[in-house]
Antibody, heavy 119, light 110 residues
Framework: EVQLVESGGGLVQPGGSLRLSCAAS????????MHWVRQAPGKGLVWVSR????????SYADSVKGRFTISRDNAKNTLYLQMNSLRAEDTAVYYC????????????WGQGTLVTVSS | NFMLTQPHSVSESPGKTVTISCTRN????????VQWYQQRPGSSPITVIY?????PSGVPDRFSGSIDSSSNSASLTISGLKTEDEADYYC?????????FGGGTKLTVL
């Protein structure tokens, strides 16, 4: 069974930092690109970042570029999101997600971790 | 980049059929797969349709997906509505850019 379990969320002051983790199991983690998606309270889903299978290629939404860093440790089956210079507008539930494998398996989502940026 | 537009809300009675649209504003809807996610209050999204019209195991066959090139849109159809189907539904696709989501549609079953 595919499982994605996020952790590391919490309350942080504006300008602070936080590192999110996503522990993956039930599939060959090193074979999949991985994504972070966030959802502000009462709002829709917004793509944040993605990383390729070996971590050599990353992409970011303009709103987080230069502040967030995605990474992965395939030996630990874990995805990370380092978030620096946090702003109030970064307040959201952050989900890690595994994309589909064409013709094989659908996308999967974790349960999410809440990040609150407030003084 | 392109945008996906969904109706803000739809409502229908139990047992009826509802269709939620997702219109792509540039580029062909058929060029890249469309996924549909269901999100119940307080829960994370789950995939109900992927690759335009494929249902993951465990998703009832009351859920179906399609694309229409003439209107450049995708649709999620839920038949035999149940109160448990009440949720937010998001379409998602991609091209050279990473994931693009529709704004979400709130389905009320009343």
């Amino acid at each position: 069974e595919v499982q994605l379990v996020e952790s590391g969320g919490g309350l942080v002051q504006p300008g602070g930092s936080l590192r999110l983790s996503c522990a993956a199991s039930g599939f060959t983690f090193s074979s999949y690109w991985m994504h972070w998606v966030r959802q502000a309270p009462g709002k829709g889903l917004v793509w944040v970042s993605r990383i390729n299978t070996d971590g050599s290629t990353t992409s970011y939404a303009d709103s987080v570029k230069g502040r967030f860093t995605i990474s992965r440790d395939n030996a630990k089956n874990t995805l990370y999101l380092q978030m620096n210079s946090l702003r109030a507008e970064d307040t959201a539930v952050y989900y890690c997600a595994r994309p589909l494998a064409v013709g094989i398996t659908p996308p999967y989502w974790g349960q999410g971790t809440l990040v609150t940026v407030s003084s | 980049n392109f945008m996906l537009t969904q109706p803000h809300s739809v409502s229908e009675s139990p047992g009826k059929t509802v269709t939620i649209s997702c219109t792509r504003n540039s580029g062909s809807i058929a060029s890249n797969y469309v996924q549909w996610y269901q999100q119940r209050p307080g829960s994370s999204p789950i995939t109900v349709i992927y690759e335009d019209n494929q249902r993951p195991s465990g998703v009832p066959d009351r859920f179906s997906g399609s694309i229409d090139s003439s209107s450049n849109s995708a649709s999620l159809t839920i038949s035999g509505l149940k109160t448990e189907d009440e949720a937010d539904y998001y379409c998602q696709s991609y091209d050279s850019s990473p994931w693009v989501f529709g704004g979400g549609t709130k389905l009320t079953v009343l």
